[in-house]
């Protein structure tokens, strides 16, 4: 359940999206697309845990560029929360209010298209011995069902407090919200871009 906790706790650009989504369409949004992202990290701790040794690889021969790209998708995410207008939104939520499969399908896939949180998974299942040879297959399947379990808790606390103080904010408040995360998030995309070209070219000896 720590491990859960721990993957979903950083305030990501996947936390930003629960909470943009509580605060615009009420908990139950928010709190499916957390659904979402907790079914993403569990793809990726099974990879781990498998010991699939030709993803991480990948990764670790290919940071550089999925830096690049993961932060071009930010910045076309970010740049879209600081135009859209949150009130055509929750017109369109009268009609997709129950609409959770969308939820979820947009949590996991934004999760999924950051495969780096398996260099934060790596350390934290060592850090909890998870994990360990001696486990039986019944104590995997209990393992990873609660790592599941610690990051569904976590979003239902998430979401819960947000929704709480969801009815102090008006249109206009949701607005500006939108915009200044989204402008926190273009900053850091911005960033994490040029350090990503940065750490590329002087890869290729460029620089």
């Known amino acids: 359940m720590s491990i859960g906790i721990f993957l979903s706790a950083p305030m990501g650009p996947i936390g930003i999206l629960c909470v943009q989504r509580t605060l615009n369409s009420g908990r139950n949004s928010g709190f499916f697309t957390g659904v979402g992202a907790a ?46 207008n949150p009130v055509s939104q929750i017109k369109e939520n009268i009609d997709q209010r129950d609409d959770r499969v969308r939820d979820i399908v947009t949590g996991f896939l ?23 040879p001696e486990y039986k297959f019944y104590h995997i399947i209990i393992g990873y069902a609660s790592i599941v379990l610690g990051a569904l808790l976590w979003w239902s606390v998430i979401t819960f407090f947000v929704d709480k103080v969801r009815t102090h904010f008006n249109i206009r408040s949701m607005w500006l919200i939108n915009r200044i995360i989204g402008i926190i998030v273009l900053v850091l995309s911005i960033y994490g871009l040029a350090t990503g070209i940065y750490a590329y070219l002087g890869e290729l000896n460029i620089i």
Do not use: K
């Open 39 to 84: 079914v993403s990290d569990l793809f990726y701790c099974l990879l781990v845990g498998l010991g699939i040794s030709l993803v991480t690889d990948f990764i670790a021969d290919h940071v550089n560029i999925l830096q690049i790209v993961g932060s071009i998708i930010l910045i076309v995410y970010a740049l879209y929360m600081i135009v859209h």
């Open 110 to 132: 934004f999760t999924l298209s950051n495969p780096l949180i398996m260099f934060l998974i790596i350390p934290l299942f060592a850090r909890f011995s998870f994990p360990l």
